[in-house]
């Protein structure tokens, strides 16, 4: 597992335990999509990570 994986699974604990539960794979996988599609980890895309976990 990436850090940047790392780091978003530690971010998901900012939602409750039954929505993780629930939802917390997919939000991984789009995660990782994501990162994979917009080529790198930048700060733009940490900024807008962070702006939809808030």
Do not use: N
């Amino acid at each position: 597992m990436s850090a940047d994986a790392r780091i978003y699974r530690l971010l998901l604990r900012a939602y409750p335990p039954r929505f993780r539960a629930e939802y917390g794979r997919e939000m991984e996988l789009i995660f990782r999509d994501q990162r994979r599609g917009e080529g790198g980890t930048g700060p733009g895309f940490w900024g807008r990570t962070l702006w939809d976990v808030a």
